[in-house]
């Protein structure tokens, strides 16, 4: 990546040889760090015969820019009865922005498409025609020109796109209320009641066509406005327009969730004991050794960023579960749609360092100490690194590349019976390891996760690895941080080892993160 050599934004780029179409580029100061950028190109209206070029073109860099998205701005040809100019420009201008995407730091995955009026017309022409290499991963459409049916459309928009005398099928073509499918994008389209210049119809019923094929789109009529206003200050609900686009495009990341411990983390519950619902998902009905969630997709301890559908097993792939099947299941059950975990569990380990207690590997987050080793992975003995160095991996093959963008929602652990010989230094030590990780993920992916919710669970007395002032450790942390947050296990249930979880406390570990993750996420019982 050559963000040095960025030109100073804005900066012009000819598509043409002659000049007659180029864009205009807006970077945000965020293209120069940090993960790449969504980036929207823009196409003003004109009834295909002029451009707006300013309050539906220019005047809309700034806005885009401070919500951390580039801006570029297409001056395309007008059409004079060849559509092949504009839809070729249009092409043009998503080529050029994918072909700079390293250069400007902008994520090829998360290009998208804006039009105005005619401009939308265009907009949703390449957002229902282009190839799927070229295709644009939203769409945004501001009082759009949508059918070229001759009683609906604008008559100068519909003329000077197809011609004087267009065949009936190019109506229909070029009608792209009739061209969604399912491999249309999302959209987001605003006009107003009182549009006397394109009849509201066409907006409406392109959105009506993407409802039918199960597109999510967001339709915005305000009472008044008429037409043409873009994001002149005169527009009445100008304000009211650039929040509800705000919060579009902001949209709804996908969620991530990290979970790290020692063995009642990776699972020692036999999937036998499984509860009813989740065995229910079970391909294999007599062990219970394969099977898959619905939505749920795990990268449990590996560090090639790819992640699997998920069934509960342990790191060693035997059919053993932890609480963290039950809050995966109930996540399910409350997002109904795609979620990543990224998981390192590893049994018999601890903080604390050196510990005749844990097998040779350590969490912890001392600098000095982490200077000197390096993850279990290449050799060393940090589970720390091994973990982060996981979420990493995830972030940069799998996470950056998914389009709504993703969102880390919690930090899920279970952790502390092998530091029962060193219980005086837990309160510090897992301080470091949550500050450690908070810190690690808000320099990695840009974004603040200073808060990043903390959900664990103490030891229960009848532990034979129970120590006083590790539970009081963990007492002190959730009291102390609002955002570190303690399951009272206390009083839990153990299998015969009276070390691990039996079924009956797994299942209600589980379920009460849940309960803090859901009241975090604002998520529907």
Same mark, same amino acid.
């Given at each position: 990546m050559?963000? !040095?050599?960025?030109?100073q934004?804005?900066?012009? #780029?000819?598509?043409?040889?002659?000049?007659s179409?180029?864009?205009?580029?807006f970077?945000p100061?965020?293209?120069?760090?940090g993960?790449?950028?969504k980036?929207?190109?823009?196409?003003?209206?004109?009834?295909y015969s002029?451009?707006?070029?300013g309050?539906?073109?220019n005047?809309?860099g700034v806005?885009?820019?401070e919500?951390?998205?580039?801006?570029?701005?297409?001056?395309?040809?007008i059409p004079k009865g060849?559509l092949?100019?504009p839809?070729?420009d249009?092409?043009?201008a998503?080529?050029t922005?994918k072909?700079h995407a390293?250069?400007w730091?902008?994520?090829?995955n998360?290009?998208?498409i804006m039009?105005?009026s005619?401009?939308g017309?265009?907009?949703?022409?390449i957002a229902?025609? !282009?190839?799927?290499?070229?295709?644009?991963?939203?769409?945004?459409?501001?009082?759009?020109v949508i059918?070229?049916?001759p009683?609906?459309?604008h008559s100068g928009?519909? *003329?000077?796109?197809?011609?004087?005398?267009?065949?009936?099928e =190019?109506?229909?073509?070029?009608s792209?209320?009739?061209?969604?499918?399912?491999n249309t994008?999302?959209a987001?389209i605003?006009?107003?009641d009182?549009?006397?210049?394109?009849?509201?119809i066409?907006?409406i019923k392109?959105y009506?066509a993407l409802?039918?094929?199960?597109?999510p789109?967001s339709?915005? #009529?305000?009472?008044?406005?008429?037409?043409?206003w873009g994001?002149k200050?005169?527009f009445r609900? *100008?304000?009211?327009?650039l929040?509800e686009?705000r919060k579009?495009?902001?949209?709804?990341?996908?969620?991530?969730?990290?979970? !790290?411990?020692?063995?009642n983390?990776?699972g020692?519950v036999?999937?036998?004991l499984?509860?009813y619902r989740i065995?229910q =998902?079970? *391909?294999?009905?007599?062990?219970?050794?394969s099977?898959? %969630?619905?939505?749920?997709?795990?990268?449990?301890?590996r560090v090639?960023?790819?992640?699997?559908?998920?069934?509960p097993?342990d790191?060693n792939?035997?059919?053993?579960?932890?609480?963290?099947?039950?809050v995966?299941y109930?996540m399910?059950k409350?997002?109904?749609?795609?979620?990543y975990?990224?998981?390192w !569990?590893?049994g018999?380990t601890?903080?604390a360092?050196?510990?005749?207690t844990?097998?040779?590997a350590?969490w912890?987050?001392?600098?000095?100490w982490?200077?000197k080793?390096?993850s279990?992975?290449k050799?060393?003995?940090?589970l720390?690194?091994?973990f982060?160095?996981s979420?990493?991996?995830c972030?940069?093959q799998?996470l950056?590349?998914? *389009?709504r963008? %993703?969102?880390?929602?919690?930090?899920?652990?279970?952790?502390?019976e092998s530091? %029962?010989?060193r219980? &005086?230094?837990?309160?510090?030590?897992? &301080?470091?390891v949550v500050? %450690?990780?908070?810190?690690h993920?808000?320099g990695?992916?840009g974004?603040?996760?200073?808060?990043?919710p903390?959900i664990?669970?103490?030891?229960?007395k009848n532990?034979r690895q129970y120590?006083?002032?590790?539970e009081?450790a963990?007492?002190r942390?959730?009291e102390?941080?609002?955002?570190?947050?303690?399951?009272?296990?206390s009083?839990?249930? $153990?299998?015969d080892?009276?070390?691990?979880?039996?079924?009956?406390?797994a299942e209600?570990?589980?379920?009460?993160?849940?309960e803090?993750?859901r009241?975090? $996420?604002?998520?529907?019982?």
């Amino acid at each position: 990546m050559c963000l !040095a050599n960025i030109p100073q934004s804005p900066f012009d #780029i000819n598509l043409q040889p002659d000049a007659s179409s180029s864009i205009k580029v807006f970077l945000p100061p965020t293209a120069k760090a940090g993960q790449p950028v969504k980036a929207v190109i823009i196409c003003p209206g004109g009834g295909y015969s002029r451009l707006a070029i300013g309050h539906e073109g220019n005047d809309w860099g700034v806005f885009f820019n401070e919500l951390g998205i580039a801006a570029i701005v297409l001056k395309y040809r007008i059409p004079k009865g060849d559509l092949s100019l504009p839809t070729t420009d249009a092409l043009n201008a998503i080529r050029t922005v994918k072909k700079h995407a390293a250069e400007w730091n902008i994520n090829p995955n998360d290009i998208g498409i804006m039009g105005s009026s005619a401009g939308g017309h265009l907009a949703s022409t390449i957002a229902t025609h !282009a190839p799927q290499e070229l295709r644009p991963a939203f769409q945004i459409l501001f009082y759009p020109v949508i059918t070229m049916n001759p009683q609906e459309t604008h008559s100068g928009s519909r *003329k000077n796109f197809l011609g004087e005398n267009p065949t009936a099928e =190019m109506e229909r073509l070029y009608s792209n209320e009739l061209q969604v499918t399912e491999n249309t994008p999302q959209a987001f389209i605003t006009l107003s009641d009182n549009d006397k210049t394109v009849r509201p119809i066409n907006a409406i019923k392109y959105y009506m066509a993407l409802q039918e094929k199960g597109i999510p789109a967001s339709l915005h #009529i305000y009472p008044s406005g008429n037409h043409g206003w873009g994001i002149k200050p005169s527009f009445r609900y *100008k304000d009211e327009m650039l929040a509800e686009l705000r919060k579009w495009l902001s949209g709804n990341p996908v969620h991530v969730l990290i979970t !790290a411990g020692q063995s009642n983390t990776d699972g020692r519950v036999s999937n036998r004991l499984l509860p009813y619902r989740i065995r229910q =998902m079970a *391909k294999d009905t007599i062990n219970y050794l394969s099977g898959k %969630y619905k939505y749920c997709r795990m990268a449990q301890n590996r560090v090639d960023g790819q992640f699997a559908p998920y069934w509960p097993l342990d790191k060693n792939k035997n059919p053993k579960w932890a609480y963290d099947a039950v809050v995966y299941y109930m996540m399910e059950k409350a997002v109904q749609e795609e979620f990543y975990v990224i998981k390192w !569990a590893v049994g018999g380990t601890s903080i604390a360092y050196p510990n005749d207690t844990a097998k040779g590997a350590f969490w912890s987050a001392n600098p000095k100490w982490l200077s000197k080793t390096t993850s279990t992975e290449k050799g060393g003995n940090s589970l720390l690194l091994s973990f982060t160095e996981s979420i990493d991996a995830c972030i940069d093959q799998t996470l950056s590349k998914i *389009k709504r963008g %993703y969102q880390i929602d919690a930090f899920l652990w279970h952790q502390g019976e092998s530091d %029962y010989k060193r219980g &005086k230094e837990y309160y510090d030590n897992l &301080k470091a390891v949550v500050a %450690y990780v908070r810190t690690h993920l808000s320099g990695k992916t840009g974004k603040d996760y200073s808060k990043l919710p903390f959900i664990f669970g103490s030891i229960p007395k009848n532990s034979r690895q129970y120590n006083a002032d590790v539970e009081a450790a963990m007492k002190r942390l959730a009291e102390e941080d609002s955002n570190i947050l303690l399951v009272d296990m206390s009083n839990g249930e $153990l299998q015969d080892d009276q070390v691990h979880f039996n079924e009956k406390s797994a299942e209600y570990l589980g379920k009460q993160m849940f309960e803090h993750l859901r009241t975090n $996420l604002k998520l529907n019982d």
